[in-house]
C-alpha cells in the first residue's frame, strides 16, 4: 500500500473518531479503539495500515475525550446557572478579545479574575473566560479591566440548535446574556495583541472617514471581517442572494491576500517569499481576533502555499485533508459544531469532485471574461453546500450560483484597493475607485435580492444530508482508486 494512502486513511479515521465521539460523548465510546483495528482487518486491510489507522481513530476518540470540560470551583464556570435567573453575580475581569459591535450591544470575551455570586456572598477568587453581552456604549476596548453585573449562565441548548456548543468550540462555557457595566483601574493586556488591536481601530477609522455609508461598512467586512455598519435590509440581502459568506474573513479572502502578499515579495528568494507570507498572515490573523474560523482558512491557505512551491504534485484533496487533521487536533469541536468550517470543507470538495466532470459538460461554454470557470466552480460549491444550508438555516438562495457569479470576482478589486485607501495622503485617490466597485457590488446584490424566490423556504433531515454525502464520499473514493 502506498504512502500517501496510508496518510490519507489515517487523517480519515482521526476524524471520524472524532466525529463519532463528539456526537454521542459517551465514555463508553472508547471501547471502540479495540473494535476499529479488527473490523479493518476483516476488510483485508494490511496489518500495517490497521495499526496506523487503528492508532489514529483511537487518537480521535480520546482528543474529544480529554477536551470535554467539567468546571471546577476555581473557574467562573462552576458558578453559573444552568436555568434563565434574575440572580445577578458581580464579576470583574479583564477583556481578553476585540469588542464585536452589533446592533444594540457589544460581544467580549472576559477573562474573568473575581466573583460575587450575590451581593452578599463573599469574592471569590476564579480563571477562565465568559461571553459577555454589553451595551453599545460607553465603548470599550481590549485590555480593559472591567466590573459586570448580571446574570451567569449556561448557555442554552434548543431543540434544532445547541449554543452551549457554538461556544465550547471558543473555549467558553458559560455567559452573561446581558449586564451593564463600569470600568476598574488596571488592565492593558497582551502588549502584541494590544498593538495588533490599535491597528485594527485606526484601519476601521480611516476606512470610515474615507468611504460613505454602508460602503466603508463593505470594505471593513472583506477586509477585517463582520457586519458592523450594515443596515438590516443590506444584511438580509446578503443572505437571500448566498453572499453572506463574502462579508466573513473566508478561506476565499484569506487566500486572495495569501497571494497578494506573495505576488509582492516576489523579487525575494522562495524561503523568504514563504516565509515572509506566513509571518504577515500570522500577524493579520491575530489583528482580527484569531477566531476559529480566521484560523482554518490560514491554515489551508498556508498548506495550499507550501504544497504549490515544495516542486512536488499537487494532490487538493490531500491538502484538505491534511488541513481538516490540523485544525480539528488543534480544536477537536470544529468538526461537528462549526457551521463555517463544515460549509468551507464543503466547498472545497465540490470544487475537486465537480470541476474536472463539468470540464466536458461546460466545454462548449464561452470563456468571456472568466464566465465558464466562474459558473463551474460556483455551481461545484453550492451542489455540496446547499445540503448543509438547509439543514442548518432552513432555507436555501436560488440565486445564489449567479450572484456568485456576478458579485465574487469583484472582491479582489474591491479588496485591494479598499487596502490602498489606508495610505496617508493618496489614500484618498484609491477611494474613489474602492467606492466604485463596492457601490457596483452592492448595487448587484440588491437587484439580484429583489428577483422573487430568490431564496426559498427548505430543510432535510440528518438521513437525507449522510445519503446525499454518502454519494460523493463514494465518488471521491473513485477518484482516489489509483492511489490505493
Same mark, same amino acid.
Given at each position: 500500500m502506498k504512502r500517501k494512502t496510508l496518510v490519507i486513511g489515517a487523517i480519515a479515521s482521526l476524524l471520524a473518531g472524532v466525529l463519532i465521539f463528539d456526537i454521542f460523548r459517551d465514555a463508553r465510546l472508547l471501547w471502540l479503539a479495540l473494535v476499529f483495528p479488527f473490523a479493518l482487518l476483516l476488510c483485508r486491510i494490511s496489518v500495517k495500515a490497521c495499526l496506523l489507522w487503528g492508532g489514529a481513530f483511537t487518537l480521535g476518540l480520546l482528543r474529544v475525550f480529554l477536551a470535554l470540560h467539567v468546571p471546577i470551583p476555581t473557574e467562573v464556570a462552576f458558578y453559573a446557572h444552568a436555568e434563565k435567573t434574575k440572580e445577578e453575580s458581580v464579576i470583574s475581569g479583564t477583556i481578553a478579545n476585540y469588542p464585536e459591535k452589533e446592533f444594540h450591544r457589544t460581544k467580549v470575551y472576559l477573562a474573568v479574575e473575581k466573583i460575587k455570586t450575590t451581593a452578599a456572598a463573599p469574592e471569590k477568587v476564579v480563571s477562565g473566560k465568559i461571553l459577555v453581552n454589553l451595551p453599545r456604549y460607553p465603548e470599550v476596548r481590549y485590555g480593559e479591566?472591567?466590573?459586570?453585573?448580571? &446574570?451567569l449562565q449556561i448557555p442554552p441548548e434548543w431543540e434544532d440548535f445547541s449554543y452551549r456548543r457554538f461556544l465550547e468550540k471558543e473555549g467558553i462555557f458559560a455567559y452573561v446574556p446581558r449586564a451593564s457595566f463600569h470600568k476598574l483601574e488596571g488592565g492593558n493586556g497582551n502588549p502584541v495583541f494590544k498593538t495588533l488591536f490599535t491597528w485594527r481601530k485606526n484601519i476601521e477609522e480611516i476606512l470610515k472617514q474615507r468611504l460613505p455609508t454602508p460602503e466603508d461598512a463593505f470594505a471593513r467586512g472583506i477586509l477585517l471581517g463582520g457586519e458592523e455598519g450594515f443596515s438590516e435590509q443590506i444584511l438580509e440581502e446578503f443572505r437571500r442572494t448566498g453572499l453572506s459568506h463574502l462579508l466573513a474573513l473566508s478561506g476565499f479572502n484569506i487566500t486572495i491576500?495569501?497571494?497578494?502578499?506573495?505576488?509582492?515579495? *516576489?523579487?525575494?528568494? *522562495?524561503?523568504?517569499?514563504? &516565509?515572509?507570507?506566513?509571518l504577515f498572515i500570522s500577524g493579520f490573523v491575530l489583528m482580527t481576533g484569531a477566531s476559529a474560523s480566521v484560523i482554518r482558512a490560514a491554515v489551508m491557505g498556508f498548506l495550499g502555499l507550501l504544497v504549490l512551491h515544495s516542486g512536488q504534485d499537487t494532490d487538493p484533496l490531500y491538502i484538505l485533508l491534511w488541513s481538516m487533521?490540523?485544525?480539528?487536533?488543534?480544536?477537536?469541536?470544529?468538526?461537528y459544531s462549526d457551521v463555517s468550517f463544515q460549509l468551507s470543507v464543503a466547498g472545497v470538495l465540490g470544487l475537486i469532485i465537480f470541476t474536472p466532470l463539468w470540464e466536458k459538460w461546460f466545454a462548449r461554454l464561452p470563456n468571456f471574461l472568466g464566465f465558464k470557470e466562474g459558473l463551474q466552480t460556483t455551481l461545484a460549491a453550492q451542489v455540496m453546500s446547499f445540503p448543509l444550508l438547509a439543514l442548518y438555516f432552513q432555507r436555501i438562495s436560488l440565486i445564489a450560483p449567479l450572484a456568485n457569479l456576478l458579485v465574487a470576482p469583484l472582491i479582489p478589486l474591491a479588496m485591494l484597493f479598499s487596502a490602498l485607501t489606508l495610505i496617508p495622503f493618496i489614500g484618498t485617490f484609491f477611494g474613489f475607485y474602492a467606492f466604485g466597485i463596492l457601490k457596483l457590488a452592492l448595487f448587484l446584490t440588491h437587484i439580484l435580492a429583489q428577483i422573487p424566490f430568490a431564496d426559498v423556504p427548505f430543510t432535510i433531515g440528518n438521513s437525507w444530508l449522510l445519503l446525499w454525502y454518502a454519494i460523493f464520499a463514494f465518488l471521491i473514493f473513485k477518484m482516489q482508486k489509483k492511489a490505493f
Open positions: 479591566k472591567i466590573e459586570v453585573f448580571g &446574570a491576500l495569501i497571494l497578494f502578499v506573495f505576488w509582492v515579495l *516576489k523579487l525575494l528568494p *522562495k524561503q523568504w517569499k514563504i &516565509a515572509g507570507t506566513i487533521g490540523i485544525i480539528v487536533l488543534m480544536n477537536p469541536f470544529l468538526l
